[in-house]
């Protein structure tokens, strides 16, 4: 039983250009969304967060996109570095309810020089 | 210095075997979490103390038992260890108890079973 699912296991782009990660839910419940990187040999860290009251948030190079009626996000990475090559987690919760995260299994994402 | 950290950072033992990781956050943080990442690479939380509450105890064979000395520390015990128990073992703190506060996790631990 997937809730959150990150359907692209891989993504490669070239330095300079957008990456776009994807993300799909299944629980309407979910209204509150959270992505975290990891790099190999650490524990994930917090990138970006939205709050279903809206549809984009935006921090530096990284916006994130929330399409409630489609049940869908994106991260969006621009320009993308190759200190950005990394799994990216999407996670989702519901505020007022079990007051724990639900993940996604993950994209790894490579930039190339 | 390290916000959350877990010992030991690689674990391997033998099934049937008890074991205990170690998880200490500095941050001053109220909630605790354990996730386990499987092979499949799903990470998913088993456990979530709150000062010391258990507030979150998913299905989790009992083998597993948690322990909160203190709002700054939240220990794994694992009994008589299976092979479907290999996996790595994320400890996680955050500063209140509502899903909507980042969380800080550690290094993992990566338990192998032979």
């Known amino acids: 039983d997937q809730q959150v699912k990150q359907n692209s296991p891989s993504l490669s782009v070239q330095e300079g250009r957008i990456s776009i990660l994807n993300c799909d839910y299944t629980n309407s419940m979910f209204d509150y969304f959270l992505w975290y990187k990891k790099y190999p040999a650490e524990g994930p860290t917090f990138l970006i967060s939205?709050?279903?009251?809206?549809d984009k948030n935006e921090d530096g190079r990284f916006t994130v996109f929330l399409n409630k009626s489609a049940k869908h996000l994106s991260l969006h990475i621009v320009p993308s570095q190759p200190g950005d090559s990394a799994v990216y987690f999407c996670?989702?919760?519901?505020?007022?309810?079990?007051?724990?995260?639900?993940f996604g299994k993950g994209t790894k994402l490579t930039v190339n020089p | 210095d390290t916000a959350v950290s877990q010992t030991p950072k690689y674990l391997v033992t033998q099934m049937g075997n008890d074991k205990s990781i170690k998880c200490e956050q500095n941050l001053g943080h109220d909630t605790m979490y354990w996730y386990k990442q499987d092979s499949k690479k799903f990470l998913k939380i088993m456990f979530s103390?709150?000062?010391?509450?258990?507030?979150i105890n998913e299905t989790v064979p009992n083998r597993f038992s948690p322990k909160s000395p203190d709002k700054a520390h939240l220990n794994l015990h694992i009994n008589s260890l299976e092979l479907g128990d290999s996996a790595v073992y994320f400890c996680a703190s955050s500063p209140f108890r509502f899903s909507n506060q980042p969380q800080h996790f550690g290094d993992g631990t990566r338990l192998s079973i032979l």
């Open positions: 996670a989702a919760t519901a505020q007022g309810g079990s007051e724990k995260l639900v």
């Open positions: 939205i709050s279903s009251i809206k």
């Open positions: 103390y709150n000062n010391k509450e258990l507030i």
